[in-house]
């Protein structure tokens, strides 16, 4: 661990090249057998992806003290899970996006079939990375693979993505809308934290721990709605999404087209202004914390 | 535990209704928010299928004196995960399968991206049921969520399926026939005896453990072979799959189309035979993996 002040930046360029890295090394090779599996899972998770979920775990670790190898397998095995509803989201049954961070889908730059299988894999080989043994103890690592599976299961993620499936074409009001992406990125965003937490020993109901994962929900639904106002006026160059007003055109309900684009930033910034809120009795430690949740509400990508 | 001598007809009753109460215990009722997404994971899983592997699983277990209540989570995890392979696996961009047990498969039932997310959401829940606690060490759950992982993911049965569907249209060799349905099948058979060593905590390594590993790959691959004969020969009624010769027509490599239906049925003999070898060092308590690998050469659907 870094003992010298860091600041945000190098922080922020350093775990991007470390995650990587790690899911490089825990990915399978891509010689393999069977290879273009293979091949199509590294695809799917290298090389792009701006590793907020692994950003959002080695801060939350900075905050606590964590070594940082004791987060490695957690970020990479939230991050796999991460790639793989974007594989899956992006099917044709799904969303049938031809596009995604400017290159071509997995079952676009290989066939629907295997795209399916690659989210399959990446989603076991996210339990086997967390499951191997690491520096944590034994009884951790099952809260974190408990974690996980909570997160990304039907009562999480997965159970966000039906949600949004059904509501395709509905008007839903904002307490519905926010469940539902509660559900579908919020659950993962705070299993980032508590993944953190449990790295470090302390339990979620702490008075830090219930602090974190506060947090952690107000930055996950200030992610969501900057990723609607990005929908709606990003440019293509930056967000790498087929158009703008995508998500808007295939009726799919927003922030934006639920509250108007000027009432949608004032509610990201008031999220993002209650997020540092819980932070406020906290010192430098928080930092990266506290950054990680301006970059998500200031981003334009 | 029943200490009475036990038929495997009563023992085989009795375990195929208790994997169906635990799996129904286990599951999300189908009432919990979004209720249609855990109705179509308990239409997948409920009501239906052979449940050999938690048979496997049990006698295995019985095999090594374990208490069955360390069995049911196992045989539960790994009968989620068998299941969720066949609702991908009948997707239209797979194996484009109607019916599956008599009864429409998943996508058909509900549609095609409920039937990805039924998966994910089995898939994702099978690690969830091994890692909450229950009467084994934490040590040994997480050997059984790494066992587990390795035999579904794509150095196992997702790999098979890679490999099984890349092989359309070609013609396989017996060794690679044999690899590719070691991945796609024999690994979660394999697996069944695995978690029954790993709730016991006799190494894979051992004498005892080294010789079930290889009664069940014996098994695993007689269980396939009579698959092929079965598909080339079963009653519609019986199989419950849409039209005898599928396989063949779809012109996928089978030990039918290899061997020939007289020597496929010969081989398969001689498979069951080698696995009876393997435990003929046993006592009665190994008579129900006796009798379940009979079954599975044996059975006609």
Redesign the interface.
Request: proline share 8%.
């Given at each position: 661990m870094n003992h010298a002040p860091e600041s945000f930046a190098a922080f922020r360029e350093r775990i991007v090249a470390r995650s990587e890295e790690k899911l490089e090394s825990f990915l399978?090779p891509d010689h393999?057998?069977?290879a273009?599996?293979?091949e199509a899972?590294r695809y799917s998770v290298l090389g792009g992806g701006k590793r907020v979920r692994p950003l959002l775990v080695y801060a939350t670790g900075a905050a606590l003290g964590v070594h940082e190898s004791l987060l490695d397998r957690p970020a990479a095995a939230l991050e796999m899970i991460h790639a793989?509803?974007l594989v899956?989201d992006d099917?044709p049954?799904?969303d049938n996006d031809d596009l995604r961070r400017g290159r071509p889908t997995c079952h676009k730059a290989y066939?629907?079939?295997?795209a399916?299988?690659v989210?399959?894999?990446l989603?076991?080989?996210a339990?086997?990375v967390l499951?191997?043994?690491f520096g944590v103890?034994?009884?951790q690592?099952?809260r974190m693979?408990?974690t996980l599976?909570?997160a990304?299961?039907?009562?999480g993620m997965?159970?966000g993505?039906?949600?949004d499936?059904?509501a395709v074409g509905h008007e839903l009001a904002q307490p519905a809308l926010e469940q539902m992406h509660l559900l579908k990125t919020g659950m993962l965003i705070r299993c980032a934290i508590q993944l953190g937490l449990a790295a470090s020993g302390v339990a979620e109901e702490s008075r830090q721990g219930s602090a974190l994962i506060r947090y952690a929900d107000r930055v996950g639904l200030a992610f969501q709605v900057q990723d609607d106002i990005l929908d709606e006026i990003g440019d293509i160059e930056q967000t790498g999404k087929a158009k703008q007003g995508a998500d808007r055109e295939r009726q799919k309900p927003g922030f934006v087209s639920l509250l108007g684009l000027k009432q949608a930033q004032g509610y990201a910034r008031s999220l993002l202004d209650e997020a540092l809120g819980e932070l406020e009795t906290w010192g430098k430690e928080a930092d990266h914390l506290r950054a990680l949740a301006r970059l998500i509400v200031e981003r334009n990508r």
């Open positions: 399978p393999a057998f069977p273009r599996l293979h899972m793989y509803s899956h099917l049954a799904m066939d629907e079939a295997t399916i299988l989210g399959d894999a989603l076991t080989h339990f086997r499951a191997e043994p103890s034994p009884t690592q099952l693979v408990v599976a909570q990304a299961g039907s009562h997965v159970g993505q039906a949600v499936l059904a």
